[in-house]
């Protein structure tokens, strides 16, 4: 290699070390001010990252790029097949870095500033009806252990609303039992008490007085639901649990890691509750964010309607 190659090598490193090192200190910004979880924050790194290093194949500065790279690197990602709930998730990562950088007056002019976020059209999460998560809830095989410690939290899952992540974090000290209710931190930091429903404490009574004694026989942890290893549980190896019960239960159709958490909104909503109140349960910041499941509600409802109507 050239001595002329080997400082442009040196020189793109240098470069992107220095990057790196910006986008650092945007994410500890937004974690100080939102109290962001560490999978938003990932993913934010993750879109810029990817955004530094197409540029810097085309020896540019990501820092102070324009609003035509920014454009080149969208209809890049879109003919690769980049689907446009992606490229908006993306296209926000990068609204809320520059907007950082504005404001810290490392560059004059915000690039995304003309650039409109592409139209994606609101998904609707996977309904599923009572009878099939009764029988999700019922495809562990309770009298082993580890199929006790699932069913419990399948049923405190649903019971709840709460997040994968909000379940597997669980710790014993936010379970009160004699009240019946839980203390989750979820996303923003904001902290909510949940009621727990008889069954769901029923399962909880029975799984915390014998089958985690059991699965963590000598050993010490603080988390609720722990694995053989007395470790915590992650998300995929939940996901990979939700899989294998639905296959058992012949739940068919794409299922999300809130599959559940989506049911516990639907089934109030079906029965009565008040939306505000799904809402606080939810831990939901904004009310149109838990809106989307009165068009689940609702499309529940015109479904019964063409059964059950004579002229339906």
Same mark, same amino acid.
Request: hydrophobic content about 45%.
């Given at each position: 290699m050239s001595p002329t190659s080997v400082n442009t090598v040196a020189g793109a490193n240098a470069r992107a070390d220095s990057t790196e090192a910006v986008i650092d200190k945007f994410l500890d910004s937004i974690w100080m001010e939102r109290g962001l979880s560490a999978n938003t924050l990932g993913a934010y790194r993750a879109d810029l990252l990817s955004l530094q290093r197409w540029l810097a194949q085309r020896d540019k500065s990501m820092i102070y790029s324009a609003r035509a790279d920014l454009l080149a690197f969208i209809a890049w990602r879109s003919k690769e097949g980049a689907k446009p709930r992606s490229t908006a998730r993306q296209l926000s990562s990068f609204r809320r870095f520059y907007r950082f950088l504005l404001r810290e007056g490392v560059i004059a002019e915000d690039p995304t500033l003309k650039i409109d976020m592409p139209k994606i059209g609101r998904s609707l999460p996977q309904l599923l009806t009572e009878g099939e998560v009764e029988a999700l809830l019922n495809a562990?095989? =309770?009298?082993?252990? =580890?199929?006790?410690?699932?069913?419990?939290?399948?049923? #405190?899952?649903?019971?709840?609303?709460?997040? #994968?992540?909000?379940? =597997? %974090?669980?710790? &014993?000290? &936010? =379970? %009160?039992?004699?009240q019946g209710v839980l203390r989750v931190r979820g996303k923003g930091d904001r902290e909510r008490l949940i009621p727990i429903g008889d069954e769901a404490q029923k399962w909880l009574r029975e799984f915390l007085n014998g089958p985690r004694v059991e699965i963590l026989l000598d050993r010490q942890t603080e988390y609720l639901f722990p694995t053989r290893r007395g470790d915590r549980m992650t998300r995929q190896a939940f996901w990979h649990i939700i899989k294998r019960y639905a296959r058992k239960a012949d739940i068919l159709g794409k299922l999300s890691p809130h599959t559940l958490r989506h049911a516990f909104a639907t089934h109030l909503l079906n029965n009565g509750a008040d939306l505000r109140v799904v809402q606080m349960l939810l831990g939901h910041s904004d009310l149109s964010t838990t809106q989307i499941y009165t068009h689940v509600a609702r499309e529940r409802m015109k479904e019964m309607h063409a059964q059950h109507h004579p002229r339906g």
């Open positions: 562990p095989d =309770i009298h082993d252990a =580890i199929g006790n410690r699932d069913r419990a939290m399948l049923e #405190v899952l649903y019971a709840t609303g709460l997040r #994968v992540s909000e379940l =597997i %974090n669980l710790r &014993q000290a &936010q =379970i %009160n039992l004699n």
